[in-house]
């Protein structure tokens, strides 16, 4: 991730409305597939925040990232565990070490995501769980994904025929963020109507009251994929098992 992409992450990532929804949506699927005392690995720290967060809740969890900042972000806010690793060389650990996996947002960075999904299935136990969320719709893929740096964007059927090639278990699938579709559509149509090209990846600045507003939504989603899957939305999440058999 661009650096200057990664700090404003840092700084944003307590507040700005997409990161809470996202760890809203996570911590609710880790309450009710994962137990408390559950070895956790995160693959991908991002700014540090939602890792330190981690550490809290498990006490085990260990917070891994390519980006040697990323990981002294979290240590700094309290990761009890980081380490810098080489996405395209697997991951460093021993197989069947982790009762849970945390990927969010990583796989859309990497060369090599079906080695990653294996690796991940090589490092979880038996019955361990997966927990992913990707950007959707590669139809979308724009300037913005490039600043990223993102290699793709993942249809439903792609995320799922990855996840599920790596021998996991599909346990749930569902699209989330639906409030940024529309505006994504739109933002999209106008960057190639445009002769003027992104130069940055900076959060859209936005007033506190619609931050607000998109928080709240973010609750009602939540709500919903507690009893349902979500049939649309700029984003895919992913709940997957490694069953015993592998």
């Not at 540090?48 to 969890?61: C, E, I, N, T, V």
């Not at 990323?70 to 991951?91: D, K, M």
């Not at 507003?213 to 709500?223: P, R, T, Y």
Request: glycine content about 6%; some cysteine.
């Amino acid at each position: 991730m661009d650096p200057q992409h990664l700090q404003e992450l840092h700084n944003e990532e307590a507040r700005y409305w997409w990161p809470v929804n996202k760890r809203r949506i996570v911590v609710s699927f880790l309450n009710r597939f994962v137990r408390p005392d559950a070895q956790v690995l995160e693959v991908g720290c991002g700014g540090g925040f939602f890792s330190a967060q981690l550490s809290k809740r498990y006490p085990l969890h260990v917070a891994a990232d390519i980006s040697p900042q990323s990981v002294q972000f979290a240590c700094q806010q309290g990761c009890r565990l980081g380490t810098v690793f080489n996405g395209n060389e697997g991951l460093p650990f021993a197989s069947e070490s982790f009762d849970a996996v945390l990927i969010l947002d990583v796989l859309e960075h990497l060369e090599q995501d079906k080695l990653t999904t294996a690796e991940i299935l090589r490092v979880l136990k038996s019955g361990g769980v997966m927990i992913a969320t990707v950007p959707a719709h590669p139809s979308l893929f724009s300037a913005w994904d490039k600043i990223l740096e993102h290699k793709r964007r993942y249809s439903r059927s792609q995320f799922k025929a990855l996840c599920e090639g790596a021998g996991l278990r599909m346990a749930r699938l569902s699209f989330w963020n639906l409030v940024s579709l529309p505006p994504a559509l739109l933002i999209r149509g106008m960057d190639r109507l445009s002769k003027k090209k992104r130069n940055n990846a900076d959060f859209p600045q936005i007033p506190g009251w619609l931050n607000t507003a998109f928080q709240v939504w973010g609750i009602l989603e939540n709500a919903a994929l507690r009893i349902c899957n979500i049939p649309a939305g700029l984003s895919l999440v992913a709940v997957c098992v490694k069953d015993k058999r592998n």
